[in-house]
């Protein structure tokens, strides 16, 4: 089993970045697969990015390609999600995610594939 927490979020004018974390704990962080969901008010939870085990692979919405990354340092077990270019759209409570994955290279953008979550960093956008 492991405990997410995320950290990072706040307040930032259009066109600027900021860098998202989670901090894993509680079992062998390289053990999971890892993803960031986002929720905005009034509308579902969304897939934003994902990871595989040993970072291989990568899968991203289209609505954040190209403009954030979504990394893992295991040794630290943190996983980062740097966005650049935001958007008032970025707005919403971004989670981070872990699952077992069959594979090394498995990424999966579906909520109902990941096990364990943390409880949300808010992250606003101002025009």
């Known amino acids: 089993q492991v405990q997410l927490v995320e950290s990072g979020g706040g307040l930032v004018p259009a066109g600027g970045l900021l860098r998202l974390a989670c901090a894993a704990s509680?079992?062998?962080?390289?053990?999971?697969?890892i993803a960031w969901f986002r929720e905005a008010p009034g509308q579902e939870r969304e897939f934003v990015a994902a990871l595989s085990l040993v970072g291989i692979h990568e899968l991203y919405a289209d609505s954040v390609q190209g403009r954030f990354d979504i990394s893992r340092d295991n040794a630290k077990n943190t996983v980062l999600l740097r966005m650049n270019n935001l958007k008032r759209e970025d707005t919403a409570v971004y989670y981070c995610?872990?699952?077992?994955?069959?594979?090394?290279?498995?990424?999966?953008?579906?909520?109902?594939?990941?096990?364990?979550w943390g409880q949300g960093t808010q992250v606003t956008v101002s025009s």
């Open positions: 509680g079992s062998t962080f390289g053990d999971y697969a």
């Open positions: 995610a872990a699952r077992r994955p069959d594979s090394i290279d498995a990424v999966s953008s579906s909520q109902s594939a990941y096990t364990y």
